[in-house]
């Protein structure tokens, strides 16, 4: 529902994270390749904030970035919602 918790991936910084550690640059290509997901499924965890993965993708992304799930998941509230109305 808008206005309540949302679970954020952190893709984009995860692999800042990832890249800052290793010194090499780190591709949506790349990404779907080593964790068998589709580039589809990597843009799409990148950009679209609503985008629910599964917990197996997040074991992905967290395995082949060297991050942890702290690193890739951010806990925050959807502020799409317009204040002023009845709860």
Do not use: H, M, Q
């Not at 206005?3 to 290509?29: D, F, H, N, S």
């Not at 197996?56 to 919602?81: A, F, H, K, M, Y």
């Amino acid at each position: 529902p808008l206005g309540g918790p949302v679970l954020r991936v952190r893709l984009r910084e995860a692999i800042a994270l990832a890249e800052k550690r290793t010194g090499e640059r780190v591709t949506y290509e790349f990404l779907a390749r080593s964790t068998g997901l589709s580039r589809a499924t990597i843009e799409a965890l990148a950009s679209r904030p609503g985008y629910n993965p599964r917990l197996s993708t997040i074991e992905r992304l967290c395995e082949v970035l060297e991050v942890d799930p702290g690193d890739l998941l951010e806990w925050t509230i959807d502020s799409r919602r317009e204040s002023g109305g009845d709860a």
